[in-house]
Every structure is written in structure tokens, then in C-alpha cells.
């Protein structure tokens, strides 16, 4: 039987957005039923990009919160929990529960920016 082939972030980057978002959702701040959300989508069978499952692309969220984000798209995007293509996750802000806005970059580093900041 052949091995399936893994689509998804590596335990490793998943620890490093885990530590980043502080252990809870991004949206709600709950702890409870924490799943990786990808900010663009994957797409059908998993990734062709090398940047998809890097720590910029990823959020901390609850399973509540994550389907929060497909019913509500508009408000998604405008938070930046989804990042639309062409539009690259590194050049488009998160609103974290915290009520401000971060840039995430691939390594794993959350800061705040001038923008952010108004």
C-alpha cells in the first residue's frame, strides 16, 4: 500500500504557531478545540505552493471560529483570517482578539506596524 502523501504544516511550523498565537484562537481567545487554519486556501489536493503551510499562511483558531470564517467571508477577509490570491498572506494584517493588528511572517515572528497601529 502506498504512504499518503502529507499536504498539511509540519509539527514543527504547527509548534511555532501555537507558541506565536499563545495557545488560543486568534478570533475568540478560547483554548478549547484548537485547530490550524490555512489564511489562503490550499486548494484542491493540497499545496503547490512552498509558502502554504509556512507560519505566515496559519492561524490559531477554534473549529467554531474556523467555520465562522467560511460562513462569513466578507468580515474574513477584512481581518485578514483569509488572505485572497493574488494577495500574498505577509502583505495583509490579522486582527487577533486582541483587538489589534499584527503582520505574521514565515518564521514565525507576530509584530505590530505603523499601519497597524492607527
Known amino acids: 500500500m502506498k504512504a499518503r502523501r502529507r499536504t498539511g504544516p509540519t509539527d514543527v511550523v504547527k509548534a511555532i504557531v501555537r507558541d506565536r498565537d499563545g495557545g488560543a484562537c486568534v ?6 478545540h484548537l485547530t490550524i487554519h490555512h489564511r489562503v486556501n490550499r486548494g484542491m489536493g493540497g499545496a503547490r505552493e512552498a509558502w502554504i503551510n509556512q507560519a505566515h499562511n496559519l492561524l490559531l483558531v477554534c473549529t467554531v471560529c474556523n467555520g465562522w470564517f467560511e460562513d462569513n467571508p466578507r468580515e474574513s477577509y477584512e481581518r485578514g483570517w483569509k488572505v485572497r490570491r493574488p494577495q500574498l498572506p505577509t502583505d495583509v494584517l490579522v486582527m487577533y482578539a486582541d483587538g489589534r493588528e499584527y503582520r505574521l511572517t514565515p518564521d514565525g515572528i507576530r509584530s505590530t506596524t505603523a499601519a497597524a497601529a492607527r
Do not use: A, H
Open 27 to 32: 478570533r475568540c481567545g478560547t483554548r478549547n
